[in-house]
């Protein structure tokens, strides 16, 4: 009885242990083999964990339209040498995504440009190249 007792506890730390992995995902909902850029004022910038987010308004056709874009977590995102402060609601910006593979409009930070001129990264690809995808 003390086998089991010891597999079926052995078996809980496990999950507990992998639980954490399986919460994250990878990037294959991105269609990282197209780039988009889009030209958009920020709505609102999160800097949160596990990944941060730029809501922008991207204006087409006279109609409004709201993407959500994902990027890197704010500690990796400081070692690029952004700060919590890095964009604010109002400003003009230029980035490049990869694109929702669903159509909807969001997509992965690649990179963008602010109204002065000042690029912020995000260190991944910008040729197309998927990162965090898993080879089938």
Do not use: C, Y
């Not at 400003?91 to 602010?114: E, N, T, W, Y």
Request: hydrophobic content about 40%; proline content about 6%; cysteine-free.
């Amino acid at each position: 009885m003390i086998g089991l007792r010891t597999a079926i506890a052995a078996g809980g730390l496990t999950l507990a242990i992998a639980a954490p992995a399986l919460a994250h995902h990878s990037f294959a909902m991105f269609d990282q083999r197209k780039v988009m850029t889009l030209e958009g004022t920020v709505r609102e910038f999160q800097w949160t964990n596990p990944h941060s987010f730029i809501e922008l308004d991207v204006t087409t056709g006279g109609k409004v339209q709201r993407w959500a874009i994902e990027l890197n977590s704010p500690n990796n995102l400081t070692r690029q040498g952004w700060k919590r402060t890095s964009l604010k609601a109002g400003d003009k910006i230029s980035v490049r995504i990869a694109p929702l593979r669903d159509g909807h409009p969001g997509g992965l930070f690649l990179d963008l440009r602010k109204a002065d001129g000042k690029v912020l990264d995000s260190g991944l690809p910008k040729d197309g190249t998927p990162v965090n995808v898993p080879q089938v």
